[in-house]
Each structure stands twice: as structure tokens, then as C-alpha cells.
């Protein structure tokens, strides 16, 4: 099983094709796609390509909120949303920072998480999972899709964000040495984290931001006001 390139309309996007059999629909916007700002015209379209109601985006904080969207709720700040409400999509945005989805099939319940290193390091991913165990979803039974961000390849920390992954626990195969530099490894850092949850179907994309050739909105490619779209939805 793989991810896959695929377009609708002038959205292009890479999903996973068995999990959208699984009636979650789902993409991780390439930087060819329309951005969703402002929400009028862009907004419409997406909506339409998807046969999506609405979608719920938020004022993201690199931090560990996550809102549950169920019965019309919105959210105005947070980095992560559960989708219970079908035919609406939680939305996120990235450029560089990791963008996961959580997808409980059998369940309507989907959940899509913004994990830059801040995000991470106080443990977002696992904190959705909690959430939506407590929602009824089984943890051995979660799919979790890693989408395109910053890899290791290429993401270069200092010393003090090390120290604070280490200091959160984290094991040091978060890190990889070349030289005198350190890179940080944000997909195993999330791996751990949903391992400890007990999940284990975690599947990546190994698409770097970065140096994908221009695919991808990068942040530290000096792209300040760029960002690419990642949703998650249930067919109703």
C-alpha cells in the first residue's frame, strides 16, 4: 500500500487510496493547488471537487489543541480537529511542518493534526489518539497517514530544540549527526509518539518540503507567505 499523486479539478493532491475506500476522504495539497484564501472563490471550489458542506480551518498556534467537530461546531485557534460530522473537512495548513491524519475506519471519526517541532515536542499526535479513544475509537485499529514535510534530510536544529526532545522524553533516534550539524527527525518523533498509544498502521508519505523541487511550500526555502492545504473528511 502507497500513497498516490492524484488530481481533481485544479486540485492536486497525494492521498492513500485504501483509506479513501475506507470512506474517509482525504489529500495533502501540492503547491499546484489553489490555497483556500481568501475563503470565497477558492473555498467553493474545494468544497464542490470534494462534495463537501463546509470545513473547519483554525488560527494554528504550534501547540496542542485539538477541537471536536460534531454537530456545526467551528474553531477559531488550535493544531489539531476529530471530524465526527460528515461531508466536512478539517483543515490544516503547512509548509515545512509535518501534517498527520488519524482515521479510525468503521468509525465515523477522522482526525487531522498540525505537528511542527513545537507541536511534537508536547505531544500532539498522541494526544489526538487519547482524544479519540475517548470517543470510542480502538487504538489497534487506527490508520495514521504522514504527509509531506520537512524530512530528515534536511532539517537542521540547534542544540536547544534538541535538548527539549530529549528533555520530553524522547529517545535519541529522533536525531541523526552530520559533522558538527543536527537533524531532526519530526516523522520518527511522531512515530514514537503514536507507538506509545499503541498504534501501529502508520504509514509515510517521505515527501520532503523542502527539497522535492518546488512541489511543496518550504518555510526554510524562504517561502515566509506560502502554505499548502491537508484536509480530512468522511463520506456521508
Not at 485544479?10 to 490555497?35: D, I, K, M, Q
Not at 480537529?81 to 477522522?110: F, H, R, S, Y
Not at 487519547?130 to 470510542?136: H, I, P, T, V, Y
Request: glycine content about 10%.
Amino acid at each position: 500500500m502507497k500513497f498516490e499523486l492524484a488530481k481533481k479539478d485544479n486540485w492536486s493532491y497525494y492521498r492513500f487510496p485504501e483509506l479513501e475506500a475506507e470512506g474517509v476522504v482525504h489529500g495533502f495539497f501540492t503547491r499546484a493547488s489553489p490555497s483556500l484564501e481568501p475563503y470565497g472563490k477558492d473555498g467553493r471550489a474545494f468544497l464542490d471537487a470534494f462534495a463537501l458542506r463546509r470545513f473547519v480551518a483554525m488560527k494554528q498556534e504550534h501547540g496542542d489543541a485539538i477541537h471536536v467537530i460534531r454537530d456545526g461546531e467551528k474553531a477559531a485557534s488550535g493544531d489539531g480537529i476529530i471530524v465526527i460530522e460528515k461531508n466536512v473537512a478539517g483543515v490544516i495548513k503547512t509548509a515545512d511542518c509535518l501534517p498527520v491524519i488519524i482515521a479510525a475506519p468503521g468509525l465515523p471519526m477522522a482526525a487531522i493534526v498540525h505537528a511542527g517541532w513545537r507541536g511534537t515536542a508536547v505531544k500532539i499526535t498522541g494526544k489526538a489518539v487519547q482524544k479519540m479513544a475517548e470517543l470510542g475509537a480502538a487504538r489497534e485499529g487506527l490508520v495514521v497517514l504522514m504527509g509531506p514535510s520537512i524530512g530528515p534530510c534536511c532539517y537542521e536544529v540547534k542544540e536547544d530544540v534538541a535538548s527539549i526532545f530529549l528533555k520530553k522524553g524522547f529517545t535519541e533516534r529522533v536525531f541523526h549527526k552530520a559533522g558538527e550539524a543536527t537533524y531532526l527527525d519530526i516523522r520518527e518523533a511522531n512515530r514514537e509518539l503514536l507507538r506509545r498509544e499503541g498504534v501501529t498502521k502508520i504509514y509515510d508519505a517521505g515527501l520532503c518540503t523542502y527539497c522535492s523541487d518546488g512541489l511543496f511550500a518550504s518555510y526554510r526555502r524562504g517561502e515566509k507567505g506560502s502554505r499548502q492545504i491537508n484536509f480530512v473528511s468522511l463520506r456521508g
